[in-house]
């Protein structure tokens, strides 16, 4: 079983930058699929990028070419670096892992593995 810790939440202004990171228990690229999601309040959670170690790494159009993620093998910690940021993007982020048996599946689906978020906020 993965278990998942984010840090790097705050408050920032919009234009400004904030580096999420999802530490993970047990992980191995190999086997589990990592996903950042977020849920702004009154909203449905979206995904917002999906990496697994592969190549094969999925950005929800609303943030290509603003944030990135990369992986800290030695650590094994997930980070997201998000710049140019927007109020739009407030909302609590989180870290989900899901086995790559489901890779089949949307890039987004089947993640049964939460961590318990922290909140971004971007004011204007």
């Known amino acids: 079983q993965v278990q998942l810790v984010e840090s790097g939440g705050g408050s920032v202004q919009a234009g400004g930058s904030l580096r999420l990171s999802c530490a993970a228990s047990?992980?191995?690229?190999?086997?589990?699929?990592i996903a950042w999601f977020r849920q702004a309040p009154g909203k449905e959670r979206e995904g917002v990028v999906s990496?697994?170690?592969?190549?094969?790494?999925k950005y929800a159009d609303s943030v290509k070419g603003r944030f990135t993620v990369s992986h800290d093998n030695a650590k094994n910690i997930l980070n997201l670096q998000m710049n140019s940021l927007k109020p739009e993007d407030t909302a609590t982020y989180y870290c989900a892992a899901r086995h790559k048996a489901f890779d089949g599946l949307p890039s987004f689906s089947a993640f049964n593995y939460w961590g318990r978020g922290t909140q971004v906020t971007v004011s204007s």
């Open positions: 047990e992980y191995a690229s190999s086997t589990y699929r």
């Open positions: 990496f697994g170690g592969d190549g094969r790494t």
